[in-house]
């Protein structure tokens, strides 16, 4: 299961930006680990920038990715509620265990992010989404991936420690991300590469 780290950032200085890293490795459909070292695991939804996790048809991301790029100018919170509609119909066709997540701007220029998660055999959440102000100095990531435990919740914690507030800038970011991705790969219950995937959008 793809490894992923939704960010928004507000720097002191500077604008804002949002960034999705991710390893570059996937479970296909029906299980087996393939290599997407080859392929963009973070996909252009327009205005926005969409992971995914979990076990999915290749043509499915995409389908999901046209669509949204159809919709650039919805809110975040219009976009999140859909992928909760399209997801929670195919799931039990697909058999869908997936997290779908987003990072984009609101017209305002704050930015955004959001996690749809839909699983044939549980219930479906939704993490955000969340909107942070532009005019005050936030790091703020969302986790997708296998596993939740009290190791990754510590990592979360020293991605977040390994930033500083007052000099924060996408390289520092983007490395802190590749970090905890790197060290996420080394827990047993996660298939995951250490070759990591990184795509940034800053406001203009």
């Keep these: 299961m793809t490894v992923v780290l939704l960010i928004c950032v507000v720097p002191p200085t500077n604008s ?5 890293a991710a390893d570059s490795r996937a479970t296909g459909q ?3 680990v393939v290599s997407k070292r080859d392929k963009d695991i973070i996909l252009d939804a327009g205005n926005a920038f969409m992971s995914t996790s979990g076990s999915v048809y290749e043509d499915y991301r995409e389908d999901l990715a046209r ?7 919805g809110t975040i919170i219009e976009k999140m509620e859909v992928l909760q509609v399209i997801l929670g119909e195919d799931k039990e066709d697909f058999k869908l265990q997936l997290d779908v997540g987003l990072v984009q701007f609101d017209s305002a220029g704050n930015p955004q992010m959001g996690l749809c998660t839909v699983d044939f ?13 532009k ?3 936030v790091i703020a990531n969302i ?3 296998a596993t939740r ?13 390994r930033l500083n507030a007052e000099e924060i800038n996408i390289a520092k970011v983007e490395s802190a991300a590749k970090w905890f991705i790197g ?3 080394k827990i047993p219950s996660e298939t995951v590469d250490n070759i990591v995937q990184t795509k940034t959008m800053r406001f203009k």
Excluded: C, Q
């Design 149 to 161: 435990t009290e190791e990754v919740e510590r990592l979360r914690g020293e991605f977040n420690d």
């Design 30 to 32: 029906g299980g087996g």
């Design 16 to 20: 804002p930006f949002v960034m999705i």
């Design 121 to 133: 055999e549980g219930k479906d959440t939704l993490v955000g989404p969340y909107t942070y102000d």
């Design 143 to 145: 986790y997708s991936g």
């Design 67 to 73: 669509y949204l790029r159809e919709r650039t100018k």
């Design 135 to 137: 005019s005050k100095p």
């Design 183 to 185: 060290k996420v790969a």
